[in-house]
Every structure is written in structure tokens, then in C-alpha cells.
């Protein structure tokens, strides 16, 4: 059973800093491009960064680019996210989402987790 | 970047009404789009992928259509348990997703 668990979500104020997690399983993690999504509250979903299953490509969105890194340990079968200069605006509940096909280019997702949530305030 | 246009933005409707909601892409995705089923506090649920591929699992009354860069999800009777929020999605370049359709009961 295919099995996606996020942690590291909390308040940070502006400017500061947090890393997310999110822990794999019931899949070959290394076959499969990773994405993080996110959703304000009470808004829609927004993708956020992505990144191929050897680790060597990463994908951003604009929103993001020069802030957010996206990382992935096929050892632990763990996806990251490091976020840096955080602000207001990135305030959401935080996604990882696997592609439905392996390696395939883009794609849908087919399975997500439960999300952790960031907010940002001070 | 790809824009993505979904319409309506809140739909009211029925138990067995028959309920579309449309997607318009700013440009050419070919067939890459999917739609999502959300429902509040949960992740969303991939339907449908590649513009109308029903997903296993998923009931025969969801189908997917797709005509030039205007994509269509419609729901042939409408069921209690379809009362949620519609996203599509189109993954030709990067992935981008429409604003959401909200179906909620009439």
C-alpha cells in the first residue's frame, strides 16, 4: 500500500526558515518524479517544486524560485523541502504527491499524503 | 506558463442531476490534463488522467472529454458522496490547476 507521511510543518515567523519531510512507502520511491503542493486556506491547490527520482532535475514554480529547495534521499525514501525566506503568503497546508506513472515526464498525481501545514506569522 | 480557466466556480445542483464543469487551457495540452475530487480536510483524489482515463476504483458516472485546449468533467447523476470540490490539472508543461468547482447541494 502506497503510503505518503509529511512532518515538519509549524509557525515560523517572516524571514525564517522550516524543512518539510515526507516519508515514503509501498512504492519504488527512486522510479518516480515527487511533487510538493500546496493550498492556502480556504484556496485551491498550487504546485509548488518537483523533482526527478535520481534527485538530478528539480522543477520550481516562480512563486518559490531562489527560496525553496526541493531534495530527496532514496536511501530513506524521503522527499524534502527546504524553505527559506518564508512569507505570509506561504501560509498552506503543505503536500507531497507522487506521479502516477514511473519516470514517465510529467504527470498526474495518484497518490498524496495528509499534508503538514505551515504558517507563517509573527 | 500554461493558465488554466475553470468554470463554474460554485455549482448547486441535485441528487441525479447531471452536472459538467469545464476546463480551458491558455494554449495546447494535448490530452495531459486530470481532474480531482477533493473533499474538505482531506488530500484530493485523482479521477481522471490524460483528459478522460477513468482511474480504477473511480465510478462509471464520472467521465472525462476533451475538445481543442476545452476539457469537460461530467458527473451523469449526481450521488451524495460527489459533493466535493472539482480541480483540473494539466501536466503537459510543469503542472498547473484550475481554481476549483465547488458542488454543493441545491
Known amino acids: 500500500e502506497v503510503q505518503l507521511l509529511e512532518s515538519g510543518g509549524g509557525l515560523v515567523q517572516p524571514g525564517g526558515s522550516l524543512r518539510l519531510s515526507c516519508a515514503a512507502s509501498?512504492?519504488?520511491?527512486?522510479?518516480?518524479?515527487m511533487s510538493w503542493v500546496r493550498q492556502a486556506p480556504g484556496k485551491g491547490l498550487q504546485w509548488v517544486s518537483a523533482?526527478?527520482?535520481?534527485?538530478?532535475?528539480?522543477y520550481y514554480a516562480d512563486s518559490v524560485k531562489g527560496r525553496f529547495t526541493i531534495s530527496r534521499d532514496n536511501s530513506k525514501n524521503t522527499l524534502y523541502m527546504q524553505m527559506n525566506s518564508l512569507r505570509a503568503e506561504d501560509t498552506a497546508l503543505y503536500y507531497c504527491?507522487?506521479?502516477?506513472?514511473?519516470?514517465?515526464?510529467?504527470?498526474?498525481?495518484?497518490?498524496w499524503g495528509q499534508g503538514t501545514l505551515v504558517t507563517v506569522s509573527s | 506558463d500554461i493558465q488554466m480557466t475553470q468554470s463554474p466556480s460554485t455549482l448547486s445542483a441535485s441528487v441525479g442531476d447531471r452536472v459538467t464543469i469545464t476546463c480551458r487551457a491558455s494554449?495546447?495540452?494535448?490530452?495531459?490534463l486530470a481532474w480531482y475530487q477533493q473533499k474538505p480536510g482531506k488530500a484530493p483524489k485523482l479521477l481522471i488522467d490524460?483528459?478522460?482515463s477513468l482511474q480504477s476504483g473511480v465510478p462509471s458516472r464520472f467521465s472525462g472529454s476533451a475538445s481543442g485546449t476545452e476539457f469537460t468533467l461530467t458527473i451523469s447523476s449526481l450521488q451524495p458522496d460527489d459533493f466535493a470540490t472539482y480541480y483540473c490539472?494539466?501536466?503537459?508543461?510543469?503542472?498547473?490547476f484550475g481554481q476549483g468547482t465547488k458542488v454543493e447541494i441545491k
Open positions: 504527491a507522487k506521479e502516477t506513472v514511473a519516470e514517465g515526464g510529467a504527470d498526474s498525481f495518484d497518490y
Open positions: 509501498g512504492f519504488t520511491f527512486t522510479n518516480y518524479v
Open positions: 523533482i526527478s527520482g535520481s534527485g538530478g532535475t528539480t
Open positions: 494554449q495546447s495540452i494535448s490530452s495531459w
Open positions: 490524460k483528459a478522460s
Open positions: 490539472q494539466q501536466y503537459s508543461s510543469y503542472w498547473t
